[in-house]
């Protein structure tokens, strides 16, 4: 029977004192938006209509990339959502649209 091993930091911390940001720098993996970043002056709750289904639902905005386009699927449907942001230099969103991704 094999052990289980448990792949251990490159960087030298050590397990108990590394955080989510330090895990994805030590492995060089790509921040992901979690509940916690939730909370930053970056992401924002934003209610969306989905152009396909028409039903609305919550989805966070990342504007800590500046102005951007990006498609995301409907949280009902599943059909594909093209987000345009703009977003000004200090941060601030200045303009928002969403409209078919196809």
């Known amino acids: 029977m094999s052990a289980s091993r448990t792949k251990k930091p490159r960087s030298g911390h050590s397990p108990e004192t590394v955080d989510g940001r330090a895990i994805d720098e030590i492995y060089g993996l790509e921040p992901v ?11 924002r709750s934003q209610w969306v209509r989905c152009p396909y289904c028409g039903e609305s639902f919550e989805t966070a905005l990342d504007l800590s990339a500046g102005s951007a386009s990006y498609v995301e699927d409907c949280q009902i449907c599943c059909r594909p959502i093209e987000f345009r942001l703009e977003v000004d230099h200090e941060g601030t969103l200045t303009s928002f649209d969403v409209s078919r991704g196809d």
Do not use: F, G, N
């Open 33 to 43: 938006i979690d509940p916690q970043l939730e909370r930053s002056a970056w992401v």
